[in-house]
């Protein structure tokens, strides 16, 4: 009996291991994002929306920021003014929105 407990508490304790991993590898790249907007590289989240509603004529309805093999890309989704949603990758250091669909 003791085994068999002592053999679920360890397969908890595996299993949620990744889930602990991904959530520190996160903390460290929203950490390294902040710097990265202090320092200057890379554009914050409100200039980011104001460039993008204003060229995509519509609303920021989510937004994740990513740092890729081409740097950190802001992913988004803007609802349009005509009801339609467009999902945009839009490069953090300048504003340029590299692609939508």
């Not at 085994?3 to 889930?19: C, Y």
């Not at 740092?67 to 999902?87: D, E, I, L, P």
């Amino acid at each position: 009996m003791l085994l068999s407990v002592l053999f679920l508490g360890a397969t908890a304790v595996v299993s949620a291991l990744p889930q602990l991993v991904n959530t520190a590898v996160a903390a460290d790249e929203h950490d390294e994002a902040l710097k990265a907007i202090k320092r200057g590289d890379i554009m914050s989240y409100s200039q980011i929306r104001k460039i993008v509603q204003s060229k995509l004529k519509g609303r920021v309805v989510n937004i994740q920021l990513r740092r890729t093999n081409r740097g950190w890309q802001y992913f988004m989704r803007v609802s349009k003014n005509n009801g339609r949603v467009v999902a945009a990758v839009v490069d953090a250091r300048n504003g340029k929105i590299l692609s939508t669909r």
